[in-house]
C-alpha cells in the first residue's frame, strides 16, 4: 500500500503505550495523573445548560458565512475585550484547524515554519501534513523559562514563512514576558514573517511573573501580521463541541483576512450548533474556569507538600496551565522510568521526551486530575523513588 510521504512511514507503538496496553489486557488498574481532558477530570460544564443551548431552534437554519455567524463572532470578541472586533474574528472546528489553515494561507509545500521547544506533540505533524517542515528552536531554563531570541533569528532563513509561539507554553507553563514579545514581533517585523500565537491555556494563571504577557490581543497594532489562537475545548472545558477560532491582530494581519475567509469557504466545517450555543457557553465559561482553577491550585499545593518529604524531587514554576514538569535524579532515562512507575507504583506519567524536554530527568503530569486521585497517585509515585 502507498501512502503520501505526509504520513508516518510505520505506525510503532513505544515502551509506555505497550506497557499500558499490557496492563489493560490483564486488567491491572493504575493511576493515571496525565489527565487532560476536563470531562474525564470530572471538570463538565453544566449538562441541562448544554443541552438547552443546543437546542436553541437556530440548530435548524442553514445560512453559511465563511467566518463564521456575525452573532458568534460578536460573542467571542466581547469575550476578549482588547478592542478586539467581530470583523478580527474566524471560526474554525479547532485549534488544530486553525494552524492547519494559517499554514495553507501562509506558506508554500517545502517552507517552513519555526516552533517552540519543549512543546505539545503536535506542530511538526501539522505542519507535515501541509507538505511544509518545521525548526524547533528550545528554550532555556534559568529560574524561569525564557524564550531564546537569538536562537530563533539564527534559524530563519529564506523560506521560513512564521513563528508559533505558545501563551502560557504547554508543558512548561511560561508566559511570554513583554520584553521577548518586543524583540519577536520587531524581528518577524524584519524578516517579514507572520507571529502565530496559541492562547488556549492563556486564562489558567497560577505563578507568572509580573512582566508576563497576558495576552498578545493586549499588542494593539503590532509590527508583523499576528494571528491569535484559542477556542472552547479550554476556555470552556468543551473539547466535544468543537469550536475554535483566529483573531487577526492589527493592520498587517487584516490584509490576510479576505484569503483566509476563501480558505474557510472551501470548508465550512464549524457546525451550526456549535456557533448557535456559543454565544451562551462564554456566558458560563467564568463559572467553569473558576473550579478549574481551584483544581489546579489545589493539586499543586497537594504536590508542594508532598515534596517536603521528599527532597530529591522537586518541580518547575508553574506559571500557568494544567502540566506541573516534576523533576527527579535522571538515574535511567525518562521513558525507563515511567514503564517502572506504571508496572511497579501502578501509576502513568509521561516522559519529558514526550514534550521534547532535553536529557532526562523530567516527569510530565497533569494538574487537571481529580484531587482525591492526585493526592493517592503522586503518595504511590514519590514513595517510588527510594527505590532508585
Not at 515554519?113 to 534559568?142: C, K, M, N, Q
Not at 491555556?201 to 498578545?216: C, G, I, K, N, Q
Not at 456557533?275 to 456566558?283: D, E, N, T
Request: with cysteine.
Amino acid at each position: 500500500m502507498r501512502t503520501s510521504s505526509r504520513i508516518p512511514a510505520r505506525f510503532e507503538s513505544n515502551a509506555l503505550t505497550l506497557a499500558l496496553e499490557a496492563l489493560r489486557r490483564e486488567g491491572t488498574a493504575y493511576l493515571d495523573l496525565t489527565v487532560s481532558n476536563p470531562i474525564a477530570a470530572g471538570l463538565i460544564f453544566p449538562t441541562d445548560v448544554l443541552q438547552a443551548l443546543l437546542s436553541n431552534p437556530g440548530v435548524s437554519g442553514y445560512n453559511p458565512d465563511p467566518m463564521g455567524s456575525r452573532g458568534t463572532r460578536e460573542a467571542i470578541a466581547s469575550w476578549h475585550g482588547k478592542q478586539v472586533q467581530a470583523d478580527d474574528v474566524i471560526l474554525t472546528a479547532s485549534t488544530s484547524e486553525a494552524y492547519s489553515w494559517l499554514f495553507k494561507l501562509l506558506c508554500d509545500p517545502g517552507d517552513e515554519v519555526i516552533v517552540p521547544s519543549p512543546s505539545y506533540p503536535l506542530f511538526e505533524w501539522l505542519a507535515r501534513l501541509e507538505g511544509l517542515s518545521t525548526h524547533s528552536v528550545p528554550a532555556y531554563y534559568h529560574e524561569r523559562w525564557h524564550l531564546d531570541v537569538d536562537a530563533v533569528e539564527q534559524a530563519i532563513h529564506s523560506r521560513t514563512r512564521a513563528l508559533i509561539v505558545v501563551n502560557p507554553n504547554n508543558p512548561t507553563g511560561h508566559f511570554t514576558s513583554r520584553s521577548e514579545w518586543s524583540a519577536l514581533t520587531a524581528l518577524c517585523a524584519r524578516k517579514d514573517l507572520a507571529l502565530i500565537v496559541d492562547e488556549v491555556f492563556s486564562d489558567y494563571v497560577l505563578e507568572a511573573s509580573e512582566d508576563r504577557l497576558a495576552t498578545a490581543l493586549e499588542d494593539i497594532d503590532p509590527p508583523c501580521p499576528v494571528f491569535v489562537l484559542s477556542g472552547l475545548s479550554k476556555i470552556a472545558a468543551l473539547p466535544q463541541v468543537k469550536l475554535g477560532w483566529i483573531i487577526a491582530r492589527g493592520a498587517k494581519a487584516r490584509a490576510y483576512l479576505e484569503p483566509l475567509s476563501f480558505i474557510a469557504d472551501q470548508y465550512l466545517s464549524v457546525s451550526i450548533a456549535a456557533q448557535v450555543a456559543a454565544p451562551g457557553i462564554l456566558k458560563h465559561a467564568p463559572e467553569l474556569q473558576a473550579r478549574i482553577r481551584a483544581r489546579l491550585k489545589n493539586n499543586l499545593a497537594t504536590l508542594d507538600h508532598a515534596l517536603t518529604q521528599h527532597p530529591h524531587l522537586s518541580r518547575l514554576p508553574v506559571e500557568g496551565g494544567w502540566t506541573v514538569l516534576l523533576r527527579r535524579p535522571a538515574v535511567d532515562s525518562d521513558e525507563t522510568c515511567v514503564v517502572r512507575l506504571l508496572r511497579e507504583a501502578s501509576v502513568l506519567a509521561h516522559p519529558g521526551h514526550f514534550f521534547d524536554l532535553p536529557g532526562d530527568g523530567h516527569l510530565v503530569m497533569s494538574l487537571l486530575v481529580q484531587e482525591h486521585l492526585w493526592q493517592k497517585g503522586l503518595s504511590q509515585l514519590t514513595d517510588h523513588f527510594p527505590l532508585l
